[in-house]
């Protein structure tokens, strides 16, 4: 069975420090990864895509970054937060063009 | 370009009313494929219905949505809401002019279900 599993749950930093959010994928193999984002009360936002390792394609930057280090593993970054980063963060898959979206559980991040 | 429209923002029914959340889209392609994704309180979004034919019924868990392709649209509906039906309610819409599954989503739909 695939598993989808994003670290951490949740988290509180400061405006102005770093942040990595990662995203596991175990049963797929080469799935399309994406990062999406949910601001409170907001709609969903998609922020990067990957196809294959070592490659990733931006949508909305936001001073974000993202890195697919491995084949199951979706990495989101910045080296600075803003407050407007606050908001609800969400790794997701998919097989083919035409599938369905599988969606973490997501990392809930406040930025103080 | 490819847009998908959620007219209303949030929806407030009595339980056993009948339910409807409205979407249409915009795309330049002829064949599209459409979603309804549903997202409960402190939940990640879930699929509820997919469909890429035209006229073509598709069922799931009581809501039903048919694609329209003549008027855009993808409505959802259920003949009588239950509370556990509330929560927020996304329409998407595949882009076709790639392979990455990107996904454009409608703002969304709360719908809250009281007694």
């Known amino acids: 069975a695939q598993t989808i599993h994003q670290w951490p749950v949740a988290e509180i930093k400061a405006v102005g420090s770093p942040l990595s959010l990662g995203c596991t994928i175990k049963?797929?193999?080469?799935?399309?990864l994406y990062w999406y984002w949910q601001a409170t009360g907001g709609t969903l936002q998609q922020l990067f895509y990957s196809i294959t390792v070592g490659q990733v394609e931006s949508v909305v930057q936001l001073n974000l970054s993202a890195s697919r280090p491995k084949d199951d593993q979706f990495i989101l970054s910045t080296e600075k937060l803003l407050l407007s980063h606050s908001g609800f963060y969400l790794c997701?898959?998919?097989?083919?063009?035409?599938?369905?979206?599988?969606f973490g559980h997501g990392t809930k991040l406040s930025v103080l | 370009g490819d847009s998908v429209t959620q007219t209303e923002g949030l929806v407030t029914l009595t339980e056993g009313l009948p339910v409807m959340l409205n979407c249409t889209y915009q795309t330049i392609y002829s064949n599209p494929f459409l979603f309804w994704y549903v997202q409960h309180l402190n939940e990640s979004p879930r699929l509820l219905l997919k469909?890429?034919?035209?006229?073509k019924r598709t069922e799931h868990q009581g809501f039903h949505a048919t694609l329209h392709k003549s008027s855009s649209s993808f409505h959802l509906q259920k003949s009588s809401a239950q509370l556990s039906d509330s929560a927020l309610y996304y329409c998407a819409r595949l882009a076709h002019n790639t392979n990455t599954g990107k996904l454009t989503f409608g703002d969304g739909t709360v719908l809250t279900v009281k007694p």
């Open positions: 997701a898959w998919s097989l083919m063009g035409n599938e369905r979206l599988f």
């Open positions: 469909s890429f034919t035209d006229n």
């Open positions: 049963g797929k193999s080469s799935p399309n």
